[in-house]
């Protein structure tokens, strides 16, 4: 089967850096995507890793490292609205492609 | 705005009620997705469609009951539901099965919150 694990919950300041992980346990996969859900709101896309290394957004840079079955997401310049839940999911081969994903993380940014 | 709205969005039933979630999408896509959010639990697949055609159903019990009459509108029936089915039902689009040039990009409706008494 297929399993992602992150951390539950994580809390930073305005303008820090924060950098959330998520492990996976999967075998064959197209990539590792990111989501964002604010409280109440429709999940929304974030990045996309199909190859291993960095790919940077904006604020935003998600990093892939398939030998280390490990990945994150990297907020810099953190800004009160980026609190929300944040999710890791892989997209499997299974069946022309089907997204599993984690429990989410919930960032909490303080002023 | 998503492009994929859900209605209602929010559902109180009980257990011997049938009820409807609708999901419509104004993106063009090619498969439509159903998923179920329970607190502090990652997003199940619950049903895809392609193309309109069921091709997958990760085990759900048949008290859930799919609907694509076409490409832009996707139901899910509900009838003699639990308590322990409580939970957020997300709606999703996306280009292709896989999501857009394989990338894993879903777009999703803000969801129906359903509470079963």
Same mark, same amino acid.
Request: aromatic fraction near 10%; hydrophobic fraction near 30%; charged fraction near 20%.
């Given at each position: ?6 951390? /539950?919950?994580?809390?930073?300041? #305005? ?14 996969? @197209?990539?590792? /995507? ?13 990045? @996309?890793?199909?190859? !291993?290394?960095?790919? #940077? ?7 892939? /490292?398939?030998? !280390? ?36 993380? #919930?960032? /909490?940014?303080?002023? | ?9 929010? $559902? ?18 090619? &498969? ?10 990652? %997003?199940?697949?619950? *049903? ?26 996707? *139901? %899910?029936? $509900?009838?003699? $539901? ?9 709606? &999703? ?7 857009? &040039?394989?990338?894993?990009? $879903? *777009? *999703? ?9």
């Amino acid at each position: 089967g297929q399993s992602l694990e992150q951390p /539950s919950e994580v809390t930073a300041v #305005e303008g820090a850096i924060v950098q959330i992980n998520c492990t996976y346990q999967t075998s064959g996969f @197209y990539g590792l /995507s990111w989501y964002q859900q604010h409280d109440g709101g429709a999940p929304t896309f974030l990045s @996309y890793n199909g190859l !291993d290394g960095l790919e #940077e957004t904006g604020r935003f840079s998600s990093f892939l /490292s398939r030998s !280390d079955s490990y990945g994150y997401l990297l907020l810099q310049e953190l800004q009160m609205k980026d609190s929300a839940s944040y999710f890791c999911a892989v997209l499997i081969y299974n069946q022309g492609g089907k997204l599993i994903f984690g429990q989410g993380t #919930e960032l /909490s940014v303080k002023p | 705005e998503t492009g994929v709205t859900q209605t209602p969005r929010h $559902l109180v039933m009980g257990m011997t009620n049938k009820k409807s979630l609708k999901c419509e999408q104004h993106l063009g896509h090619n &498969a439509m997705y159903w998923y179920k959010q329970s607190a502090k639990k990652p %997003l199940e697949l619950m *049903f895809v469609y392609s193309l309109e055609e069921r091709v997958e159903n990760n085990s759900v019990p048949s008290r859930f009951s799919p609907e694509c009459p076409n490409s832009s509108h996707l *139901f %899910l029936h $509900l009838h003699t $539901l639990q308590p322990e089915d409580s939970a957020l039902y997300l709606c &999703a689009s996306s280009q292709d099965r896989s999501g857009r &040039a394989k990338t894993g990009e $879903l *777009f *999703f409706g803000e969801g129906s919150r359903l509470t079963v008494l």
